[in-house]
């Protein structure tokens, strides 16, 4: 089944240690979000690529990086995780901006320690 | 600032009765309103979507649209304990080339055998 898969479901990091999560889609949709959600609060976008197109949020913090090296996978680098960053983060992917489109990974759990 | 507000709950009613969410937003120009239902450390999945003013029902869900009153709702018939999880409405804000899902907080849903 064509669908969108997030490694690790569970990842453990220290303070302020370099973390990398991956999305990989199967879809072929050229659109790919990547959003925060933290315990009991709304998801938050962090950034989107429209094809090769990134799109920041303007509240995005520096922390956050990502990179879509092709149409299949979107990475989500943060550089110095704090303790505020432990959350859920869940990938997305829609074609073009089909609104009844989006589809969401399994999400990964970053907890840091 | 755009905003989608929902009553964070928790809301619970008996087996087999009708479970009512709602969800306000603050922009206008919202076109496209969603609603998701979100288990316990799971992803998000999308029960509904609605675009025009008024009803659309699938199964034992109905989305309502008010447009004027900047309102959407979702009715559950017959709720069943699996129906329990949080309950999240989704609005996309079409402005400037944007297409971006934005979240309210969620209700959540207990229902009681």
């Known amino acids: 089944d064509a669908m969108v898969i997030q490694n690790p479901r569970y990842q453990v990091t220290q303070f302020g240690k370099p973390v990398t999560l991956s999305c990989s889609q199967t879809l072929n949709h050229n659109v790919m979000y990547w959003y925060q959600q933290k315990s009991s609060q709304a998801p938050k976008l962090l950034f989107h690529?429209?094809?090769?197109?990134?799109?920041n949020e303007a509240d995005t913090p520096d922390n956050f990086q990502s990179r879509r090296p092709n149409t299949s996978f979107c990475f989500l680098d943060i550089r110095s995780p704090g303790l505020g960053d432990a959350a859920m983060y869940l990938c997305a992917t829609s074609r073009d901006r089909q609104p009844d489109g989006y589809t969401f990974g399994s999400g990964t759990r970053l907890t840091v320690v | 600032q755009k905003e989608v507000e929902q009553n964070s709950g928790p809301l619970s009613v008996p087996e087999g009765a009708i479970a009512s969410l709602n969800c306000t937003y603050s922009?206008?120009?919202?076109?496209?309103f969603f609603w998701y239902r979100q288990y316990s450390g799971k992803s998000p999945e999308l029960i509904m979507f609605?675009?025009?003013?008024g009803d659309k029902e699938d199964g034992r869900f109905t989305a309502q649209l008010n447009k004027a009153s900047q309102y959407v709702s979702l009715l559950i018939r017959d709720s069943q304990p699996s129906d329990s999880a949080t309950y999240l409405c989704?609005?996309?804000?079409?402005?400037?080339?944007?297409?971006?899902?934005?979240f309210g907080k969620g209700t959540k849903l207990s229902v009681i055998p």
């Open positions: 690529y429209y094809d090769k197109d990134f799109n």
């Open positions: 609605i675009y025009s003013n």
């Open positions: 922009d206008r120009g919202s076109q496209s």
């Open positions: 989704a609005v996309i804000y079409s402005g400037a080339g944007s297409y971006q899902l934005t």
